[in-house]
């Protein structure tokens, strides 16, 4: 057993869907706020995910591309 | 990341992470719910550790943990005593509903896509490429965004500037 992608894109996913409810359904703005930046929280942490797991199609048209520095 | 530690530490993180969002929607109290926001925000930290990501892991324990939790602190706390309950509103059943949709979709596309996964190697360190990348190919956005910060400030002192101030002069 081992931690993949996935893992991480589903806990992103669950912090979304918190962070939409709190957006949505708070009567205090202040609490809006908050499900804003835990939204915000969950898409970082996507990319993150992306970044470490995924295979970087940029660098790979950067090896064959032969005069860019 | 095959050692039984990295996988305790993710598995503890993802719990601490969700569990506390969970109780951010379940707090009666706006206090204890930015508290709860706190927790969460450091157990994404922790699992941008797991992720290899330290510069990531510092800047989001200083930015969000730090300086957005306290911004929030501070709504709270200069507005009336009346406005700090955490109720829902009227559209708490459709927002439920939503959530769960959204989430349910983005899961599930994630578990269906095939990835292209990369063979990854061990713990490396990023901070050192992303200064030099800051302050080397990308030093013109950097400055751009550094001047746009101070206008912000500028502006945000001269916004709220009281009227008697400027009648003085």
């Known amino acids: ?69 | 990341m095959e050692d039984a530690g990295s996988i305790a530490a993710f598995w503890v993180l993802a719990v601490i992470t969700v569990g506390s969002a969970l109780m951010v929607a379940a707090a009666r109290n706006l206090i204890h719910a930015v508290v709860a926001l706190i927790v969460s925000f450091l157990g994404v930290a922790g699992l941008y550790v797991t992720l290899s990501a330290d510069f990531l892991a510092v800047t989001q324990v200083l930015i969000y943990a730090g300086a957005v939790s306290v911004l929030i602190l501070f709504a709270i706390v200069l507005t009336p005593t009346a406005a700090r309950d955490n109720a829902d509103s009227f559209l708490r059943l459709p927002a439920l509903l939503l959530a769960v949709v959204v989430a349910f979709t983005i899961g599930l596309a994630a578990l269906e896509t095939d990835w292209r996964i990369a063979d990854r190697g061990g713990f490396e360190e990023t901070a050192s490429a992303i200064g030099e990348a800051l302050l080397d190919k990308y030093v013109l956005p950097f400055e751009i965004a550094s001047v746009l910060l101070l206008a912000a400030m500028i502006g945000a002192i001269v916004l709220v500037r009281p009227e008697s101030a400027s009648v003085e002069e």
């Open chain 1, 1 to 69: 057993m081992s931690v993949d992608l996935e893992h991480y894109l589903v806990v992103g996913a669950v912090l979304f869907g918190i962070g939409l409810y709190l957006a949505l359904a708070k009567r205090n703005f202040v609490g809006v706020l908050m499900g804003i930046e835990m939204m915000f929280n969950a898409a970082n942490l996507t990319f993150a995910a992306f970044s470490r797991f995924v295979e970087s199609e940029m660098r790979r048209w950067r090896d064959r591309c032969s005069w860019c520095s």
